[in-house]
């Protein structure tokens, strides 16, 4: 069975700090890795994504995700955070399909 | 590209009524996927299509519920004689391939409060 947790429900960070979520996943495979974020009452938008290869991924706004297998996880950074980045964001696991399986998510407020 | 789109955004309802939600997805994808995220949790697979096919139905998807795709496009999930647990966020997603090639779109969902 795939799941995923995410350890921190809320992060308080300060406007030009830099921020790290934490995602540690079970997956009896090689996984499919995702970052979602999700403004209030929206869809979930696709931050990052990790299949394979380069384990330190880029991906929009800024963020990146690293791949550790040893340590079954895949946190997600920024260096500077904008108070636009105020919103949840959730990992998610899958396999070649979108069956995924997400974490409770992670709450970040920005403070000015 | 109109992304996708999910109507009513809000249902409010009472217990033991029917309801019924539709999801346009992306022109020309032909994977539909149905999740339910309730408050403070992340979302949760229920089912989804490839083309008018349902391919896969999770263990959360109770005879209560039902989806069709009829015609490939777009979707509609009804739940039958709704219970107060069933308030959540619907929200669908289409991609026209799998992770390997294609991203996942998420439309803005259905809120449905059952009272």
């Known amino acids: 069975a795939q799941s995923v947790t995410q350890p921190d429900i809320h992060i308080t960070v300060s406007e030009g700090a830099s921020l790290e979520l934490r995602c540690n996943y079970s997956y009896g495979a090689t996984p499919y890795l995702f970052w979602y974020v999700q403004s209030p009452g929206q869809g979930l938008q696709l931050l990052l994504k990790y299949f394979s290869g380069d384990t330190l991924v880029q991906g929009i706004k800024g963020f990146e995700a690293e791949f550790k297998r040893s340590q079954s996880s895949f946190n997600l950074r920024k260096p500077s955070v904008h108070w636009s980045d105020a919103a949840e964001y959730f990992c998610?696991?899958?396999?070649?399909?979108?069956?995924?399986?997400f974490g409770a998510g992670t709450t970040v407020t920005v403070r000015a | 590209d109109t992304g996708v789109s999910q109507d009513p955004r809000h249902k409010i309802t009472k217990r033991g009524q029917n309801v019924t939600f539709r999801c346009d997805p992306i022109?020309?994808?032909?994977?539909l996927y149905w999740y339910r995220q309730t408050l403070g949790q992340g979302p949760e697979f229920l089912t989804y299509f490839q083309n008018e096919a349902q391919l896969e139905k999770s263990r959360l998807l109770s005879d209560r519920f039902s989806a069709e795709r009829p015609k490939g496009s777009f979707s509609t999930l009804e739940i039958q004689r709704t219970e107060q647990g069933d308030s959540a966020m619907y929200l669908c997603?289409?991609?026209?391939?799998?992770?390997?090639?294609?991203?996942?779109?998420f439309g803005n969902g259905t809120r449905l409060t059952v009272t």
């Open positions: 997603a289409s991609s026209w391939g799998t992770p390997n090639n294609s991203p996942l779109h």
């Open positions: 998610a696991v899958g396999a070649y399909d979108y069956k995924l399986s």
């Open positions: 022109s020309e994808h032909n994977r």
